[in-house]
């Protein structure tokens, strides 16, 4: 489950391989960069199937309940606005399946791909660089993290791994989402109530309505003893529970989007469309596309400029080396 939206942002600011532009002038390296990063994780993680998720441009339910949502974000600038306009056409174009839900974002997609994954017996890996998808996280759906640094940087996000990244375990991370708040949405969470709060909280209780339970019952030493006297003190006001309330429901993901059926997301899809339908856009792939397409692995001479963000070109006499199966170098 690909989070389009998320990977087309940062390969639009890493601006990876270069700031591309077509024959006709447009800026297309922040496409380039989306389907790079779906072609290493596909390398990498070898799936049977792919789906592509993008956020309604059109309108959203969450900012129609809630007008703040993502209100305090600038304009984008106009080329990176111009490549999201065309990534689910170009995306569609390569025979990737594609699912713009009206009204809802591409975190919907998300859950509700893992869901529908859940319900079949398979196992799902989300590919993101936004940490909200740790919600979807549990025994089958798992996420890998894109983050700076390049390949070395990204990190798979398990059940397990979880309580290591965010102090909790996944069944919990909803209230600590819902406590902390997500500054990137503009939701503010409950004052004093940062990743390290909400974490020592839901770990002591379980979940925000125990604690809610203890503090009702009287039992303020216990809430205090977790999180301390202001914490405490700001758990209990009138306002927490509403700021909860509306990051619980603005924050919960649809799991129940149509989508294709899985047979239709499965891969492999065809090389030459794909290259196609990638160079009608100024962008030329070729051996990097090999786990999408049914190729074989791609040896290092064969890597296209897509290699992770930050990997280091070979040296001259490294380059003269024998590579994968050969005995000589002419």
């Not at 389907?35 to 390398?43: E, L, Q, S, T």
């Not at 990137?184 to 020592?200: I, Q, R, W």
Request: charged fraction near 25%; aromatic fraction near 6%; glycine fraction near 10%.
């Amino acid at each position: 489950m690909v989070d389009g939206n998320s990977l087309l942002h940062r390969a639009y600011h890493a601006a990876a391989t270069g700031r591309l532009l077509d024959d006709d002038g447009r800026a297309v390296w922040a496409l380039k960069g989306l389907v790079g990063w779906v072609a290493r994780a596909a390398a990498r993680l070898r799936p049977d199937a792919v789906l592509v998720g993008f956020d309604c441009p059109e309108r959203s339910v969450r900012k129609a309940a809630y007008p703040d949502y993502k209100a305090h974000r600038p304009d984008k600038p106009a080329d990176l606005s111009a490549q999201l306009a065309v990534a689910p056409e170009l995306i569609r174009a390569t025979a990737l399946p594609v699912v713009v839900p009206p009204a809802y974002e591409a975190d919907d997609v998300l859950a509700s791909g893992a869901a529908k994954a859940r319900l079949s017996g398979w196992r799902t890996v989300v590919l993101t660089s936004d940490r909200d998808a740790f919600a979807l996280i549990d025994a089958t759906t798992s996420v890998l993290q894109v983050r700076n640094g390049g390949d070395d940087r990204s990190r798979m996000v398990t059940v397990a791994a979880l309580p290591h990244v965010c102090g909790v375990q996944a069944w919990q991370y909803g209230d600590y989402a819902a406590l902390r708040g997500d500054p990137s949405d503009n939701l503010s969470g409950v004052p004093g109530f940062g990743s390290t709060t909400a974490a020592k909280l839901v770990t002591a209780f379980g979940s925000v309505d125990a604690a809610w339970a203890a503090l009702d019952a009287g039992r303020v030493h216990e809430v205090s003893a977790a999180i301390g006297e202001r914490g405490a003190s700001a758990l209990g006001t009138p306002g927490a529970r509403e700021t909860v309330a509306r990051n619980r429901r603005l924050m919960r993901m649809r799991s129940d989007l149509p989508l294709p059926d899985l047979d239709a997301m499965r891969l492999p899809v065809d090389l030459l469309l794909m290259r196609r339908a990638l160079a009608e856009r100024g962008i030329r792939l070729g051996p990097s596309l090999w786990a999408l397409t049914g190729g074989s692995p791609q040896t290092e001479d064969d890597a296209d400029g897509l290699g992770w963000p930050g990997r280091q070109a070979r040296s001259a006499r490294e380059r003269r080396r024998p590579g994968v199966g050969q005995l000589a170098l002419f």
